[in-house]
């Protein structure tokens, strides 16, 4: 398959390129300069439609993994609420819009559970909607709507064809080295941490073989036209949603302290 990743060259990102690049042909987008090997490989920011439609040219799937994630308190991000906006919002709707003229037929988004306010503190019941606020989240929340109302509210123009789109919210996905751990992003400089919920109840991250499955499962749907937002997460006791089982036929591999199943 040709795969085109965009802001490939972050953690979850570069997990993705070492398990597909030996069977798929991948392009990676990223303004970051260090060579990724075994891929065509751009340097480019993900919000230019030039260096975009570069990347997606002959692709037949998209990953998007591009975010710009705020750093200090709400005050503190408060200027760079337009910023953040445009990379975590305008530039996937610009990325989905670009990859149906190029061709492509699906759409992976990746979000976060996080848009539900009390993810990883407390349960959370079948059938919440995503309530959180803050500024990171929000643009994932926007970025989510944007991508519904794109794909499920417009019909396609005669330069573009049907997608199938899906933002797939991540809990906690880690490394192998750290797994079933988690090392904060705002803060990499502190020890890797197994997250509770607010009763005690440990919350395993996800593996990054897991994100990989849960990814390729994604762009392999196959209803056309359609999107939809999957909960991905390596403890099923944090939030009643069955849409991974149900959508995507995928279940954590790893989940537990050390466990490994299949």
């Not at 260090?34 to 260096?51: F, M, N, Q, S």
């Not at 591009?66 to 609420?81: D, F, I, N, R």
């Not at 499962?217 to 991905?232: C, F, P, Q, S, V």
């Amino acid at each position: 398959m040709r795969i085109t990743l965009i802001g490939g060259k972050g953690g979850v990102g570069s997990s993705l390129v070492s398990a597909w690049r030996h069977d798929h042909q991948l392009t990676v987008l990223d303004r970051r300069t260090e060579p990724t090997r075994g891929v065509r490989d751009l340097v480019g920011e993900v919000e230019d439609p030039e260096a975009l439609a570069e990347a997606l040219e002959g692709a037949e799937a998209v990953v998007d993994l591009a975010a710009l994630l705020p750093q200090g308190s709400e005050a503190e991000q408060l200027p760079g609420t337009a910023r953040a906006i445009e990379v975590n919002v305008g530039a996937v709707l610009l990325a989905l819009r670009l990859a149906r003229h190029a061709g492509a037929r699906s759409f992976v988004h990746i979000s976060s559970l996080s848009v539900f306010d009390r993810y990883g503190f407390e349960p959370i019941p079948a059938g919440a909607r995503p309530d959180a606020t803050r500024l990171y989240v929000l643009t994932k929340r926007l970025a989510e709507n944007a991508l519904r109302m794109s794909v499920d509210g417009d019909a396609p123009t005669a330069e573009e064809g049907p997608i199938t789109a899906t933002s797939l919210r991540l809990a906690y996905p880690t490394t192998a080295a750290d797994w079933p751990r988690w090392t904060d992003p705002v803060h990499p400089e502190r020890e890797a941490q197994l997250p509770h919920l607010d009763d005690g109840t440990p919350h395993p991250c996800l593996h990054p073989a897991d994100v990989e499955s849960a990814v390729m499962k994604a762009l392999r749907r196959t209803r056309g036209g359609a999107y939809e937002a999957i909960a991905i997460t390596a403890a099923p006791q944090a939030i009643d949603d069955d849409t991974a089982a149900r959508l995507l036929d995928w279940r954590p591999g790893h989940w537990g302290e050390g466990d490994a199943h299949t």
